[in-house]
């Protein structure tokens, strides 16, 4: 069922509406989205002069067939001249209107809003980069821990330089140690993401 004038311009009040309320309660309201809901509003507008202009047209039909009548004692014709002449001044005003959303959505459209870092996601990051690459294995039963400090080039070939230990918390031994590839696959070593006394920042070692 096709919807009435009365009823899509209720519609246009409610959405009015909830946008107060949007722009009123969201969290966060950035550049990019105020432009863009100006440049929608700019087009509301643009649009609603010419609703007024056809439904004073209308009025003034509905005066031709004389099927106007006042709920006082007022004249409808000098009545319909009135409403004629609010309604186009309403048009006028909705240009003055229309032209300064354009200028606003003019200068939006240039805005931006800098990339938001959190601090503690970026803390995280931080930590997580300064982190020591660290390998666990446990062939034998005991504890071995690799910590990779640097890859080199040697005789042609890959090697893995760093340090190897037995225990996590309480070192039994540490040396420095040398893998090429395929030692070290046959090691088992697995990436290692917990934090290692004496070689993940803020974790000290404990005395054997």
């Not at 100006?38 to 507008?45: D, I, K, P, T």
């Not at 300064?130 to 005789?155: Q, V």
């Not at 420095?176 to 006394?197: H, I, L, Q, T």
């Amino acid at each position: 069922m096709e919807k009435s004038p009365a009823a899509l311009a209720g519609e246009v009040a409610q959405a009015i509406r909830n946008l107060n309320h949007a722009t009123l309660n969201a969290k966060t309201l950035a550049a990019p989205e105020i432009s863009s809901t100006v440049q929608e509003l700019l087009l509301a507008v643009d649009r609603l002069p010419q609703a007024l202009y056809q439904l004073s047209a209308r009025l003034v039909r509905e005066q031709q067939a004389a099927r106007l009548r006042m709920g006082d004692s007022r004249d409808p014709d000098r009545s319909v001249v009135e409403v004629e002449t609010y309604l186009a001044d309403a048009e006028a005003d909705l240009g003055d209107v229309a032209e300064h959303l354009r200028k606003a959505g003019a200068l939006l459209s240039a805005m931006s809003t800098p990339r938001v870092v959190d601090l503690e996601d970026q803390e995280q990051r931080e930590e997580e980069a300064a982190a020591p690459n660290i390998w666990y294995s446990s062939n034998d039963g005991h504890p071995y821990f690799f910590r990779l400090d640097r890859t080199e080039e040697r005789d042609g070939k890959k090697v893995y330089v760093g340090r190897q230990r037995v225990g996590r918390n309480k070192v039994e031994s540490e040396r420095e140690v040398v893998y090429d590839a395929a030692n070290f696959n046959r090691s088992g070593w697995k990436p290692y993401a917990k934090p290692v006394p004496g070689w993940t920042p803020g974790h000290p070692q404990e005395n054997a």
